[in-house]
């Protein structure tokens, strides 16, 4: 142990590695979690056999992920097994100046692609499906899938939702996360994941294709930085990169593709869940949101626009504490540091791996009144929260590059839902005291399923 570390608290690995092993409900996961790492700021344990450096305190977390952004900054670090191969180098996992240049290609197509007209047509598409579907349980997650893969744009969804769930699901197991090297054992889970890889590339392979054809001859607008939101996402890299001049291939785009696929569709299908969920657990925080679209919009589904959306305070609210509670990544991608870094008291050494656990902070009585409280008051009555202990899209320079896109379709989909639908847990739902999750790379859902009745557009009393 290098001597630096020797003053930074240390704990066993093996009750959390128990609890993975179990596949255990998430909650149980992070409960092994806090009692291993008690109320340690910073603390040291050991994964896959290095020492890692785990930063639990919001202004330690401010020292490293501003810091990040300076020369030489930390790289990350992920050992290769299914879910490095299957991420490639794109946006989330590449450092230096192929991170720089994805950034490049990711940015314009993100910033064109915040339209709430896509959102509120796929929304008006997605009610006649729930119509067939009204007074009995649905899965809000699966739905919510469907929708945010609609939203790229880019893809042909019923078999994309097929190709992508049968690929993710191979490499998100949890013992190939603690285990990388099991890749390259002849496993039928192996052949599994590399045949689901293998139809995922194939299939991304052929869109890339066709958009690059659509460029080439200008099927599409040229101009990345219209307005009219008609431009998809992998569309928008491929002409920024054309009128940049810069060089890309397909593994390049189709990394990238993978980054959209699991920040637009994972992680805001989840984000989308869990804000449904607690609605339907507290009627009367419904019916508040409700209220608060109706004087936004009026009494009638209709898509709202930028400045509309901005006016949904408490909608707003309703999201960042779901956020806060459910975050859809437990952690942030670990770092290597490539030079020494002092964090808060410490200095940590070079080569050393740093992460955080989002979940735990966001649950940390020391940073939040009453954590396991859903109470969304807290983002709208001053109280004093620090900027570095709400991150669900991580912060600083590799933050979430579609933070804003993201909550922009949660603000659409959800205004847009409650002006058309109540909705409730069924009797006897598992979720019922609390919501329940798989053990994963990303969170999801056990059996989330909610019953919607069709509203009756009666006006409300709204003082």
């Not at 314009?108 to 896509?118: E, G, K, R, Y």
């Not at 078999?159 to 998100?172: C, Q, R």
């Not at 052929?206 to 009219?228: G, L, T």
Request: charged share 25%; hydrophobic share 40%.
């Amino acid at each position: 142990l290098p001597k630096e570390l020797e003053g930074i608290p240390s704990i066993s690995i093996w009750p959390i590695f128990w609890a993975l092993l179990q596949q255990k409900h998430q909650d149980e996961v992070q409960e092994t979690i806090a009692k291993s790492s008690g109320d340690y700021d910073i603390y040291l344990d050991r994964i896959v056999g290095q020492n890692a450096i785990n930063i639990n305190d919001p202004a330690y977390l401010k020292d490293f992920l501003t810091k990040i952004e300076e020369d030489d900054p930390p790289k990350i670090s992920l050992p290769s097994g299914t879910m490095r191969e299957f991420f490639g180098d794109g946006l989330v996992f590449s450092n230096g100046d192929k991170w720089r240049t994805s950034r490049k290609l990711a940015n314009p197509a993100f910033n064109n692609a915040l339209s709430p007209d896509i959102v509120g047509e796929i929304t008006f598409e997605l009610f006649n499906f729930m119509q067939q579907n009204l007074n009995k349980p649905i899965d809000i997650f699966e739905i919510m899938q469907r929708t945010t893969i609609e939203c790229l744009k880019s893809v042909e969804v019923p078999h994309i939702i097929n190709v992508y769930k049968a690929v993710i699901e191979t490499a998100e197991s949890i013992y190939h996360i603690l285990f990388p090297w099991l890749i390259k054992l002849p496993t039928a889970h192996n052949r599994k994941f590399f045949k689901a890889n293998e139809e995922f590339n194939e299939f991304i392979s052929d869109m890339i294709k066709e958009k690059r054809n659509e460029v080439e001859n200008k099927k599409v607008s040229n101009n990345v930085n219209s307005d009219n939101g008609r431009i998809d996402l992998l569309t928008g890299m491929i002409q920024h990169a054309n009128q940049e001049g810069i060089s890309t291939d397909s593994k390049q785009l189709r990394d990238e593709m993978v980054g959209f696929f699991v920040a637009g569709h994972d992680t805001t299908s989840l984000a989308l869940s869990t804000s449904f969920y607690f609605l339907a657990k507290y009627p009367e925080m419904q019916e508040r949101a409700r209220k608060e679209v109706i004087s936004v919009l009026g009494n009638e589904p209709i898509i709202p626009t930028s400045e509309q959306l901005k006016e949904m305070k408490y909608i707003n609210a309703v999201i960042k504490e779901s956020l806060r509670i459910y975050p859809p990544s437990t952690g942030i991608v670990p770092r290597k540091l490539t030079k020494p870094m002092k964090i808060g008291p410490y200095l940590i050494p070079a080569n050393i791996i740093c992460t955080t656990n989002i979940w735990q902070i966001n649950h940390h009585p020391k940073y939040w009144e009453n954590p396991e409280q859903f109470n969304p008051e807290r983002f709208l009555n001053n109280e004093k929260i620090h900027a570095f202990s709400w991150i669900p899209f991580s912060s600083g320079v590799r933050n979430c590059l579609g933070q804003n896109f993201s909550l922009m379709e949660q603000r659409v989909i959800i205004s847009m839902f409650l002006l058309k639908y109540n909705w409730i847990l069924p009797e006897n739902s598992i979720n019922e005291n609390k919501l329940l999750f798989e053990t994963q790379f990303l969170l999801k859902p056990v059996d989330l399923k909610l019953v919607f009745t069709e509203r009756k557009h009666n006006v409300l009393n709204l003082n």
